[in-house]
C-alpha cells in the first residue's frame, strides 16, 4: 500500500486516532453457515453513478453481481440535482479547476489525486454522451454553468436540475442490457469475507430469505454516504453508511469522516423531508435574506451566496440563531418567473406542489447533511488497506475532496473512479486457497423491549445537535459517551433483519464521526470547532485515520 503515493497523500501527514472501536468482526452469521451462492469474479456494492460504472467496466473482462439494497435506481445520484464538473469551456483550463478544488478542500487535497481526476473529466463526460447521456445545450454547444468555489463555468446539466437522474438513467440502462451484470436488488450487504487477510466474498441478506455467501475475487465498494445520521438530511433513506461501516469491520482503514458537508439549501416546510434546492440557483442570481429582508452573505464573503458551502451553511444558522428564525430564505423573485421554471423545472414543480409563490415571497430555506467528505481509503484506481477490496465515489476517501467538497465534483469523481475500480477488480487474480479469517459473531436475541424508532432518532437527534456544523469538545464529549453507551446495546444483539442491521451500521458511522471531530481540534473546512476556530496547518496539516485494528 505505501508504494501508492495518492494512498499517502503528497506532503500531508497521517496520524491514527487512537482505538477503541473493536466491537464483531461480523454482524452476520460465518461465511460456512450461510446459504451459499456462487458468485461471480467482482462483486459490486451500490447502484449510484460510482457502482454502476464499476460494473460495466468490470464487465467488459468478467461476470459481476451488482448488488443494492433497494431498487437499482434508489442512490444519491439519482437524486442530485447539480450537475458535472468538467473542463469543456475556451476559458477553462485543467490548473483552474485543479486550483478551485484545492482551495474548497482547505489544503488537504491530494495534489496527485485532482490532477488525474480532473485531466480525466472532459473523456468521462464525451464516454457518458456515448452511451446515450443528454446534456443541455446553448447555441448548439454543452451549456456551462457557474457554482459556488467555481472561478469559471463548467458544469454541465441534464434537463435544468435533473442532472442526475440522467445519469443514473443512462448507466441503468446500460447495466441492465449487460449479459455479464447479474442484479441483485433488494438485497443488504452485511459483511465483506476475507481468507488470508484477502477479500473471499460478501454475506449479503435477501428481502425475503436468509444471510447468504457470494464467492468472489474482488469487491468494488460505491455504497454512497451516511446522511441518515442527522436529523437534517439530503439523503434518500438508503444513506445509512453500510459500506463503510462494513469495511471497517474487515480491517480497512477509513479517512477525514470529521468533514461532512452540509448542503446549505433545502426546503425548509415542516413535515417534508428536506428536498434540495441546488446551488445552481444562486449560480443563477438567488439570493439569501434573513426574515427581515436582509442579504447578510455580502458581509461573510467576497463571493457571497457563491462562497464554499461550508461558509454558507454556517452562515444561514448563524443568521437564524440571531434573528430568532428557524429558517433562512432564498430570494428568487427578481428572475423572470419563464427563465427559472425552464431552468429548474423539477424545483419550480415541488415549490408549486407545496404552494411557495416563488415570484412573490422568498423560499424557505435550511441546511443539511448532504455529503460524507471522508470514506475508506483509497488511491484514484480505487485500491484500499484490503486485497481485493475497492472503493469508490461517495464511500471512498481518495483525497480529491480534502476537508470539504467543491460542488459538482462529486458525480465527476464517481464517473472517473468508478470506472478504474471496476476495471483494476476485474483484473484481480484468484486468490491462494485459505481458511476464511475468523471473527467474532453475536451471538444473543434482539432485546424484546427495544424501540428501533425511538433509538435511531435519538442518534441522528444528537448527530445535528452535538457532532453538526459547529461543533466543541464539550458536545462532542457528551455525544461520543451517549453513543458509546447505546453502540454497547448493539453490538451485543444479533439482527436478522435489514432495518437492524442499518442501525448497527450507522452507529458505527456516527461513533467515528464523533471520535475524529473530537480528535481534530482546529477549524478547517467543513469542520466547525467553536473552540477551536482557526485553522492550524502546523499541527493539523493531517490526514485522520482509523481502524478496527488500531
Known amino acids: 500500500?505505501?508504494?501508492?503515493?495518492?494512498?499517502?497523500?503528497?506532503?500531508?501527514?497521517?496520524?491514527?486516532?487512537?482505538?477503541?472501536?473493536?466491537?464483531p468482526r461480523f454482524l452476520s452469521a460465518r461465511a460456512e453457515d450461510c446459504a451459499s451462492l456462487v458468485a461471480a469474479d467482482v462483486v459490486v456494492i451500490g447502484g449510484g453513478v460510482a457502482g454502476l460504472c464499476a460494473a460495466l467496466e468490470a464487465a467488459q473482462q468478467k461476470s459481476v453481481v451488482l448488488v443494492t439494497k433497494a431498487q437499482l435506481e434508489e442512490s444519491n445520484t439519482r437524486y442530485a440535482q447539480g450537475g458535472i464538473a468538467a473542463v469543456l469551456g475556451d476559458d477553462d483550463s485543467f490548473a483552474a479547476h485543479m486550483d478551485d478544488t484545492m482551495t474548497a478542500g482547505a489544503s488537504l487535497c491530494h495534489a496527485d489525486v485532482v490532477e488525474a481526476i480532473v485531466k480525466r473529466g472532459p473523456?468521462?463526460?464525451?464516454?457518458?454522451?456515448?452511451?446515450?447521456?443528454?446534456?443541455?445545450?446553448?447555441?448548439?454547444?454543452?451549456?456551462?454553468?457557474?457554482?459556488g468555489g467555481?472561478?469559471?463555468?463548467?458544469?454541465?446539466?441534464?434537463?435544468?436540475?435533473?442532472?442526475?437522474?440522467e445519469v443514473q438513467s443512462v448507466l441503468e440502462a446500460r447495466v441492465r442490457a449487460e449479459s455479464r451484470i447479474r442484479v441483485l436488488e433488494n438485497t443488504f450487504a452485511?459483511?465483506?469475507?476475507?481468507?488470508?487477510?484477502?477479500?473471499?466474498?460478501?454475506?449479503?441478506?435477501p428481502a425475503k430469505g436468509r444471510f447468504t455467501f457470494l464467492r468472489c475475487r474482488a469487491v468494488v465498494l460505491a455504497s454512497g454516504?451516511?446522511?441518515?445520521?442527522?436529523?437534517?438530511?439530503?439523503?434518500?433513506?438508503?444513506?445509512?453508511?453500510?459500506?463503510?461501516?462494513?469495511?471497517?469491520?474487515?480491517?480497512?482503514?477509513?479517512?477525514?469522516?470529521?468533514?461532512?458537508?452540509?448542503?446549505?439549501?433545502?426546503?425548509?416546510?415542516?413535515?417534508?423531508?428536506?428536498?434540495?434546492?441546488?446551488?445552481?440557483?444562486?449560480?443563477?442570481?438567488?439570493?439569501?435574506?434573513?426574515?427581515n429582508g436582509v442579504r447578510f452573505m455580502l458581509e461573510e464573503h467576497p463571493s457571497a451566496e457563491l462562497a464554499p458551502r461550508d461558509i454558507v451553511s454556517r452562515a444561514i444558522v448563524r443568521r437564524m440563531i440571531a434573528t430568532g428564525d428557524s429558517c433562512g430564505y432564498l430570494d428568487v423573485t427578481h428572475i423572470p418567473e419563464a427563465h427559472f421554471r425552464g431552468r429548474f423545472p423539477g424545483i419550480t414543480k415541488v415549490l408549486d406542489d407545496y404552494r411557495i409563490d416563488f415570484t412573490h415571497e422568498p423560499i424557505p430555506i435550511h441546511p443539511?447533511?448532504?455529503?460524507?467528505?471522508?470514506?475508506?481509503?483509497?488511491?484514484?484506481?480505487?485500491?484500499?488497506?484490503?486485497?481485493?477490496?475497492?472503493?469508490?465515489?461517495?464511500?471512498?476517501?481518495?483525497?480529491?475532496?480534502?476537508?470539504?467538497?467543491?460542488?459538482?465534483?462529486?458525480?465527476?469523481e464517481g464517473l472517473v473512479c468508478g470506472s478504474s475500480a471496476g476495471q483494476l477488480a476485474a483484473e484481480t487474480p484468484s486468490?491462494?486457497?485459505?481458511?476464511y479469517d475468523e471473527g467474532d459473531v453475536p451471538h444473543l436475541s434482539e432485546p424484546a423491549m427495544m424501540d428501533r424508532r425511538d433509538l435511531w432518532n435519538s442518534l441522528r437527534a444528537i448527530m445535528w445537535k452535538r457532532v453538526g456544523i459547529e461543533r466543541?469538545?464539550?458536545?462532542?464529549?457528551?455525544?461520543?459517551?451517549?453513543?458509546?453507551?447505546?453502540?454497547?446495546?448493539?453490538?451485543?444483539?444479533?439482527?436478522?433483519?435489514a432495518n437492524g442491521l442499518e442501525l448497527v451500521n450507522a452507529m458505527t458511522i456516527a461513533r467515528l464521526v464523533t471520535a475524529a471531530a473530537l480528535f481534530r481540534e482546529e477549524s478547517r473546512g467543513a469542520h466547525f470547532r467553536r473552540d477551536f476556530p482557526a485553522t492550524d496547518d502546523v499541527n493539523w496539516r493531517v490526514d485522520l485515520t482509523l481502524s478496527r485494528k488500531a
Open 1 to 23: 500500500m505505501n508504494e501508492n503515493k495518492s494512498l499517502m497523500g503528497n506532503d500531508i501527514r497521517l496520524k491514527q486516532i487512537p482505538g477503541g472501536f473493536l466491537g
Open 225 to 291: 454516504g451516511a446522511g441518515q445520521i442527522y436529523r437534517e438530511t439530503t439523503n434518500p433513506a438508503v444513506a445509512t453508511g453500510d459500506g463503510v461501516a462494513m469495511a471497517f469491520r474487515a480491517g480497512a482503514l477509513v479517512r477525514g469522516l470529521e468533514f461532512y458537508q452540509f448542503h446549505p439549501t433545502t426546503l425548509y416546510v415542516p413535515g417534508v423531508p428536506r428536498l434540495l434546492i441546488s446551488e445552481t440557483v444562486r449560480g443563477e442570481g438567488g439570493l439569501l435574506r434573513d426574515k
Open 431 to 435: 486468490p491462494p486457497f485459505a481458511p
Open 368 to 412: 443539511a447533511a448532504h455529503y460524507m467528505i471522508g470514506g475508506v481509503v483509497a488511491d484514484v484506481s480505487g485500491r484500499t488497506s484490503v486485497p481485493g477490496l475497492f472503493a469508490a465515489g461517495e464511500a471512498a476517501s481518495t483525497g480529491l475532496h480534502g476537508a470539504n467538497r467543491l460542488g459538482s465534483n462529486s458525480l465527476l
Open 123 to 147: 473523456g468521462a463526460i464525451h464516454k457518458l454522451i456515448d452511451l446515450g447521456g443528454s446534456f443541455d445545450v446553448r447555441e448548439d454547444e454543452i451549456a456551462l454553468a457557474r457554482e
Open 472 to 497: 466543541d469538545g464539550v458536545s462532542l464529549r457528551f455525544a461520543g459517551e451517549r453513543l458509546q453507551r447505546w453502540s454497547d446495546i448493539l453490538l451485543r444483539t444479533r439482527f436478522e433483519d
Open 150 to 165: 467555481h472561478s469559471r463555468g463548467r458544469v454541465i446539466h441534464a434537463r435544468g436540475d435533473a442532472t442526475g437522474m
Open 190 to 205: 452485511v459483511d465483506i469475507v476475507t481468507a488470508g487477510g484477502a477479500v473471499a466474498g460478501v454475506v449479503v441478506l
